[in-house]
């Protein structure tokens, strides 16, 4: 009706204002950026600004406000779509904006200034949160990185690329810490709420490596390929895209590299790091491994897999419960290898075989290889023989040295899909261009 409307009144700020809040409503977020930036420049040459007493207003008083009034509402609109597709710092610039003409708000009777600063304020506790995050993790304090993602996390549940991206980065921060299942769970968290993450599905791979588990990792492999093959033909057919292009066929190829390698230690059939899943040591008592396996076996379970994101009040229950039922197969999933794991080294008999196993398949890989290691070997050595500390150097260990861009750590360190990220000249940021990629 809006649409049809239009064509009678192209040029109607009222419609286009109703059409772009229709599409927010419709959650086309992209839709809605696109519907304010292409109306901008007719609005700005037939808009006429009548205050409380329905008195035009004259240009020289639109002048000294600084902007015009047919931005605001463009504003508002645009900053909430940035916000839910995950682009935070461009909806704080466009919220800024808005507060400096907070006399041209009241006099246009608009949505009021209580309610964008309190979006406002969110939106920078969230980007507060997530900064600390990510330079705790620079300086290796791992486990207060952890705390902060998950300070991020509890007080959002509507921008859903952003608490994706904190799930993810709190995988890297759980990973270097040794904790593998809590990284693999957050992983899957960030996957459920963006299947199209391509450093979600990436890490999950390189944690089911690190556990020996080929099979699920060739699955997420073979997701990553089919996800980076479909975003560098979309690259090919939009001008001006070289650099990110090559970046992408870069990517591509690491993956299937990956993905070779991965199919050719799935078919040894080598026993999981049952160590590793429950973030033991091999030297660990039967006292130390059990109160491991219940911690992570509480932390895991099926029945609480589906809370773990804050949700919001705007009835999208079929989304989550969605959301939730991936979530659950994917606990599930990693319950069982939980439990497999304990049934093993909680046995003094098959814990005694397996450590036998182990040792002897480390002798004939050295002796085969020449003194060389598998990618997983390595690090089931480097666990066995070190501390907690040796395991945090997992990420940094040369034979991923070619991984580097999307498994060392959080997007603070790494250039992330949702940093910054569009493909126009924005009308809302000084006509400055936002990068395809830049570095928080």
């Known amino acids: 009706m809006v649409n049809e409307a239009l064509l009678i009144s192209p040029h109607s700020e009222r419609l286009l ?3 772009a809040l229709a599409l927010l409503i419709l959650r086309k977020y992209e839709e809605v950026i696109q519907v304010c930036e292409q109306s901008l420049d007719s609005a700005e040459r037939n808009y006429c600004f009548v205050d409380n007493d329905n008195q035009l207003c004259n240009e020289d008083s639109l002048e000294s406000l600084g902007q015009f009034p047919a931005k605001l509402w463009r504003w508002r609109m645009c900053a909430k779509a940035h916000f839910h597709l995950g682009r935070l710092e461009e909806a704080l610039d466009l919220l800024l904006k808005y507060e400096e003409i907070n006399s041209t708000i009241q006099k246009y009777g608009m949505e009021s200034m209580e309610s964008l600063t309190s979006f406002t304020a969110t939106i920078r506790d969230l980007l507060r949160h ?13 486990a207060e990185a952890v705390e902060h993602y998950t300070a991020a996390l509890a007080c959002n549940g509507e921008s859903r690329p952003f608490s994706a991206v904190c799930f993810c980065n709190r995988a890297a921060a759980s990973q270097a810490l040794g ?14 709420l963006d299947p199209n993450y391509p450093k979600a599905i990436s890490r999950r791979a390189t944690l089911h490596e690190s556990v020996r588990d080929y099979g699920q990792a060739t699955i997420d492999l073979q997701k990553l390929i089919t996800l980076l093959e479909s975003q560098q033909r979309s ?9 990110s292009l090559s970046t ?13 390698k991965a199919e050719e230690e799935m078919k040894r059939e080598i026993p999981l790091d049952h160590y590793l899943i429950l973030g033991v040591e091999a030297s660990s008592t039967a006292a130390e491994i059990k109160k491991a396996y219940r911690k992570a076996a509480l932390r895991h379970h099926p029945d609480k897999a589906g809370q773990f994101s804050v949700r919001s009040d ?10 939730g039922e991936e979530v659950r197969r994917d606990a599930e999933r990693l319950f069982k290898m939980i439990g497999e794991a304990y049934a093993i080294l909680s046995d003094p008999g098959k814990r005694m075989r397996y450590d036998a196993e182990e040792e002897a398949r480390k002798l004939r890989t050295r002796g085969s290889s020449s003194g060389s290691e598998t990618l997983s070997e390595a690090y089931h050595y480097q666990y066995e023989k070190g ?14 040295n070619q991984y580097q861009r999307w498994q060392n750590g959080p997007d603070a360190a790494q250039p992330d899909t949702y940093a910054r990220r569009s493909s126009n000249n924005s009308r809302f940021t000084d006509g400055s261009r936002w990068n395809d990629w830049d570095c928080f």
Do not use: M
């Open 130 to 142: 997530k900064a600390a995050g990510n330079k705790a993790f620079q300086e290796g304090k791992h």
């Open 235 to 243: 690259k090919a057919s939009q001008p001006g895209r070289l650099g």
């Open 387 to 400: 501390s907690r500390r040796q395991r945090e150097r997992w990420d940094s260990w040369n034979g991923y």
């Open 179 to 192: 904790y593998i299942a809590d990284a693999i769970a957050d992983c899957s968290r960030a996957i459920a």
């Open 314 to 323: 705007s009835g999208d229950d079929g989304y989550w419960n969605e959301v």
């Open 17 to 19: 204002e109703l059409k």
């Open 248 to 260: 992408s066929t870069q990517d591509l190829r690491q993956a299937r590299e990956r993905l070779a």
